[in-house]
């Protein structure tokens, strides 16, 4: 086990999904790190030196080199310290854990998300997609017949499927929706209850889901009017969602 020598840390923001599921690899792999928050509303200029493509959290500094994507992030982790393998080893069983981490990323949190910061028929809308996307998941994890994504053991797919668990649950509150319907998805429940049960899921830091809700009710004021399908960003998201 890496013990804490200043080499490895991570820039993150509280609430982000994104940075749990690299905070959660760490944990896995038993890295120790410092952790850095910045704050995102309010971006210090280190953020676009680290991250001067994108400008977003999370970034890990590893030996003075930083490296942004939670995704990318998480495999250079697999990569760099090989005990307890995030992703499998099988080539062709490697190829569709990146299949299931993207299609999560791009399809059921676009879904998922355009869902909280929409209403009317644009909300009926992305509720019904993101359904569908999660039905692709459901039938994965029934297929499979495993405890989580990477088998016994949480792996890759898991850590970025991560904000169904705990996230997704309060988007509905927020928004008034429905979308994972336990009856529909008794996988994808059985998986969150193993997941946040998980040793180190459960001793990692996660917002208590009142900051979820207040901050999530707060977004959703805030990006409603801009995330409507006749708006710019709107009809960009809805394009990506659908190609
Ligand atoms: N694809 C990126 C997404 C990261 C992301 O969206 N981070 C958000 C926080 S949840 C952020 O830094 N937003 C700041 C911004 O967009 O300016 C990843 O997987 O790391």
Redesign the pocket.
Known sequence: MEKSDGRVEVVG?W?????HRVRWALKLKGVDYKYTEED?FN?TPLLSHLNPV?????VLIHHGNPL????V?IEYIDDVWTHDPLLPQDPILRAQARFWAKFL?QKVITSTALALYSEGEDQERAVKLAVEYLDRIEEQLQLQGNIFFGGEKIGYVDLVMGFVAYILPVWQEVASVNILDLSRFPAIAAWTVNFLEHPVIKTEYLPHRDEIFSFYSRRRQELLPLCGSQTHLGKKVWSFLLS
């Open positions: 923001y609430i982000s999904a994104y940075v995102i971006k994108h400008g977003k959290v999370p942004p994507e939670s995704a992030i990323d």
